[in-house]
């Protein structure tokens, strides 16, 4: 079974600052897909980014993007000169390639912005 | 489009009481599911659907069902509504599996309180 743990229940930056927040994986699959979701207090899930296992490219999207370390079953996102409307609640998520397009989820990192 | 509608946004349950949460896409989406998000445990999936006709378990199922009549519908019914059972719940459908890292789109969310 994959599991995805994000180790960082909170954390609170200035705005403009760089913040990255951690998550790591479990599982003995070889292709699969990670995703970045972010859930602002409208509680609408957003796609931040995504990457394929397969690629070694970090992908990135503006002021988004991830240290990928297959390897070691990190995936990482760094959000720069980050913004206020940056808060929100951020959640790594899995997927095999393979099969039905279940995600599993970590617990999620309460990210705050502060003026 | 509307993309994926979810009803009732908010609901309030006595204990033993049944319900049914409403799921519509109208993007001809074949992958269908329901998540649960409680405090501290990201999203779990309690049923998903890969086309009409066709529904399995996800990762929490006990004291929900589900059916899949038609492409566009998806309900989550709750038979007989424990407390255990708050929570909020989100649908969530893409297209089938494997062409692609599918994305997953998200409806805003139902909040259920079981008294």
């Known amino acids: 079974a994959q599991t995805v743990t994000q180790s960082q229940p909170e954390m609170s930056v200035q705005e403009a600052e760089t913040v990255t927040l951690s998550c790591t994986y479990d599982?003995?699959?070889?292709?699969?897909?990670l995703f970045w979701y972010k859930q602002p207090p409208s509680r609408q899930m957003i796609l931040v980014i995504r990457?394929?296992?397969?690629?070694?490219q970090n992908a990135t999207e503006n002021r988004f993007s991830v240290n990928f370390q297959k390897a070691a079953k990190s995936f990482s996102l760094k959000i720069s000169d980050s913004q206020l409307g940056d808060t929100a609640m951020y959640f790594c998520?899995?997927?095999?390639?393979?099969?039905?397009?279940?995600?599993?989820f970590g617990q999620g990192t309460r990210l705050t912005i502060n003026p | 489009n509307a993309g994926v509608t979810q009803t009732p946004k908010f609901q309030v349950l006595k204990t033993g009481q049944s319900m049914t949460l409403q799921c519509a896409q109208d993007?001809?989406?074949?992958?269908m599911s329901w998540y649960r998000q409680d405090p501290g445990m990201g999203l779990r999936l309690i049923h998903y659907?890969?086309?009409?006709?066709?529904?399995d378990q996800g990762e929490v199922p006990n004291g929900y069902n589900v059916s899949r009549s038609t492409t566009e519908d998806f309900p989550l019914r709750l038979l007989s509504a424990a407390p255990s059972q708050t929570s909020v719940y989100f649908c969530?459908?893409?297209?089938?599996?494997?062409?692609?890292?599918?994305?997953?789109?998200f409806g805003a969310g139902s909040r259920l309180t079981v008294l």
């Open positions: 599982t003995s699959e070889n292709n699969y897909y």
């Open positions: 969530a459908s893409s297209y089938s599996q494997s062409s692609g890292a599918n994305v997953l789109t």
């Open positions: 998520a899995f997927r095999v390639v393979q099969g039905a397009q279940k995600l599993v």
């Open positions: 990457q394929e296992a397969y690629k070694q």
């Open positions: 659907s890969v086309g009409a006709g066709i529904t």
């Open positions: 993007m001809n989406h074949e992958y």
